[in-house]
């Protein structure tokens, strides 16, 4: 499993999530490899599939299932929650990303 966290610097939820990124990743899934990627600019938002700061992938793709098709973009990263919206995903979405990618890697190894 491959996870990348993609910011921009100066982003205030960049460190919340990736310290809840980690946590998740010890807990459910230890020894996953992280790369955490700084995206200094719109054409690197477009090479990355970068939806906003912070973004997570996991195997290549977003966290966040309703927004996969979402053009890239440079900015602040807004997430839908069941609280409302958050500059920081819920580790509950996180979860679901990790079963949705382990489950993907049985059918298709």
Same mark, same amino acid.
């Given at each position: 499993m491959k996870v $990348? #966290? &993609?910011? #921009? %610097?100066g982003c205030p939820n960049a @460190?919340?999530? &990736?310290t809840l990124l980690k946590e998740t990743l010890a807990a459910e899934v230890p020894d996953t490899d992280l790369e955490? =990627? @700084?995206i200094n600019?719109? @054409?690197e938002a477009v090479r990355y599939g970068f939806l906003g /700061?912070?973004?997570i992938q996991i195997d290549g793709l977003d966290i966040e299932k309703e927004r996969r098709?979402?053009?890239p973009f440079y900015g602040c990263r807004i997430y839908r929650t069941? =609280? %409302? /919206?958050s500059g920081i995903p819920a580790k509950a979405m996180i979860i679901e990303a990790i079963v949705e990618a /382990?489950?993907? $890697?049985?059918v298709f190894p």
């Open positions: $990348r #966290f &993609l910011y #921009f %610097g @460190e919340p999530t &990736l955490c =990627q @700084e600019a719109g @054409e /700061s912070p973004t098709k979402d053009p069941t =609280q %409302g /919206s /382990s489950q993907a $890697r049985h």
